[in-house]
């Protein structure tokens, strides 16, 4: 399996196949609005300006999941990626990352890259161990803005930690280009 074989909800309700994407690299992140983490958007919409035309393609995905730091309505999120970061890569329908209402394509994004999420995560690592402790040691999304790369095939080659920000893997990408 492929993460070009599934199909993802737009945020105006429509439906995409990624297999539209075949061809590029992708960078697949849950995001939210309201997390300390949010300010990651700019340097994701940086980076996707920066490789977009050297085959780089980031998808974002609303997630509420957790704190509740993802609200609004699939429209609100639209206008407040807009407005305050101008995003200009697809941020699709808001959808659930862990547990029995996980979307398909997270859950094979999960099983293909478990993550290696530990103290070396520092204030993040601390949090999720005092709020969500059964979360540590499995495959689960840990908090807000974990990263995806997948190569053009549609193979899961690395998973990125929430604190691990698009500069630190910038080289990298750019360097798979």
């Known amino acids: 399996m492929s993460v070009h074989d599934f199909t993802v909800r737009t945020a105006d309700g429509g ?11 992708l960078l697949i992140v849950n995001v939210a609005s309201k997390c300390g983490l949010t300010p990651q958007y700019e340097a994701l919409e940086a980076l996707h300006r920066q490789l977009g035309d050297r085959g780089l393609q980031i998808l974002g995905f609303p997630c509420n999941q957790f704190g509740g730091q993802e609200p609004g309505s699939d429209t609100e999120i639209q206008e407040f990626c807009r407005v305050n970061f101008d995003v200009s890569f697809p941020v699709f329908a808001k959808i659930d990352v862990n547990g029995d209402d996980a979307h398909p394509l ?5 099983s293909e890259a478990p993550g290696d999420f530990g103290p070396q995560h520092g204030f993040l690592y601390e949090h999720v ?16 803005f974990t990263k995806f ?10 998973r990125f930690e929430p604190t691990v920000t698009p500069e630190e893997i910038g080289k990298e990408i750019a360097d798979l280009l």
């Open 106 to 110: 997270y859950r094979h994004l999960r």
């Open 15 to 25: 439906s995409e196949d990624l297999a539209r994407f075949a061809g590029r690299h």
């Open 129 to 144: 161990a005092s709020t969500r402790p059964e979360a540590l040691g499995t495959d689960e999304v840990k908090w807000n």
């Open 149 to 158: 790369l997948v190569d053009p095939q549609g193979t899961v080659l690395r």
